[in-house]
């Protein structure tokens, strides 16, 4: 470790079997907390490379306890979080909206550690089981239309990272990873990006494989569709600035996205939204989210998917998807 931290603070960049070593290093726990703490520090005052990513990402996937969902074809949403934008849990409303619309999710989160609160957090608030069975996965997703993969079940190699992340309490490359690394290997995404350089990155590598996917990064710094101003889609087949009004809404304003500061402020924002009592901006926001993960896994476009999101919201659906989860976790 030595070596390779004097490499890195020399700016030199690693390889790609040099960074998917390292992690399966940490994982056996070949190194200790300080020497851990550095490399994930290092890592917040340089930029990544496409084979360092690339290289972490496969080392996770490699480690991780791998799912079998591929009979339900499910989508994940997922954002790096990382923004420092403080927003309410749109990724997680979003994707209750999309089960109840009808496409399978296969919700990959964690507790927050750069942001107040993480999907994690707000699920188990509510009462959700986090479980890495298969059985009762399936019956999930079957029942309800969704599963939750609460990240630390499946990738039980990082345990040694995790207890470090938390006292570091800032974003590390492992909010770039989070999305990449659904263990049951979702052949649809729609992933959030903190900036717009990881959204390069991250294009570059889901190129080199089959899936259906879009990567969004909301130009203002969000790492979700914000409508807060425009922002930047790549997918499997285009590359386009969305801008509000190509879904016929208007511009929204930062401070009506905000909240979630507390576990549970953002338990009580979330029931609020998913009750149909969110306010238009709310809505708004979590529809336009879930309505372009509806129309990566339909293959339609944005503004199809968009009234779908609404039409889950509005009449109830997305919440049945819910309160049926909480019961099955019971």
């Known amino acids: 470790m030595k070596q390779l931290l004097n490499r890195l603070i020399n700016h030199e960049s690693i390889s790609s079997s040099e960074a998917k070593n390292v992690l399966v290093n940490i994982s056996k726990g070949d190194y200790n907390s300080n020497q851990i703490a550095s490399f994930l520090t290092i890592y917040m005052m340089r930029s990544i490379t496409l084979e360092e990513l690339g290289g972490f990402r496969d080392a996770l996937l490699e480690l991780c306890v791998p799912v079998n969902l591929k009979d339900f074809n499910p989508i994940d949403l997922c954002g790096t979080g990382g923004d420092g934008q403080d927003t309410f849990n749109i990724s997680t409303l979003a ?73 570091l309490g800032v974003k590390t490359f492992f909010n770039m990873l989070g999305p990449m690394v659904n263990p049951c290997f979702p052949k649809n995404q729609m992933v959030g990006v903190f900036n717009l350089e990881l959204q390069r990155l991250y294009g570059y590598l889901y190129q080199q494989t089959d899936k259906n996917y879009s990567i969004v990064h909301a130009l203002d710094g969000y790492d979700e569709i914000s ?33 979630g500061h507390t576990i549970k402020n953002a338990a009580t924002i979330f029931m609020n939204v998913i009750s149909g009592n969110g306010t238009h901006a709310q809505n708004n926001v979590v529809c336009a989210n879930a309505g372009l993960a509806i129309a990566t896994a339909k293959q339609m476009d944005h503004q199809h998917g968009f009234e779908l999101a609404k039409e889950s919201l509005l009449s109830g659906k997305a919440k049945t998807a819910l309160m049926n989860l909480i019961e099955l976790s019971k």
């Not at 107040?116 to 089981?129: H, P, Q």
């Open 227 to 259: 409508l807060t101003g425009p922002t930047k889609i790549i997918s499997n087949k285009s590359e386009n600035i969305l801008h509000p009004e190509d879904l016929g809404i208007g511009k929204i304003k930062q401070s009506e996205i905000s909240g």
């Open 95 to 167: 994707s209750f909206i999309t089960a109840g619309a009808g496409v399978y999710v296969a919700k990959h989160g964690n507790y927050g550690v750069s942001s107040s609160c993480g999907s994690s957090n707000v699920m188990e608030f509510l009462g959700i089981k986090f479980s890495n069975d298969i059985d009762f996965l399936k019956k999930c997703i079957d029942q309800t239309g969704i599963c939750v993969l609460h990240a630390p079940l499946f990738h039980p190699a990082m345990k040694n990272v995790a207890p470090i992340r938390r006292e």
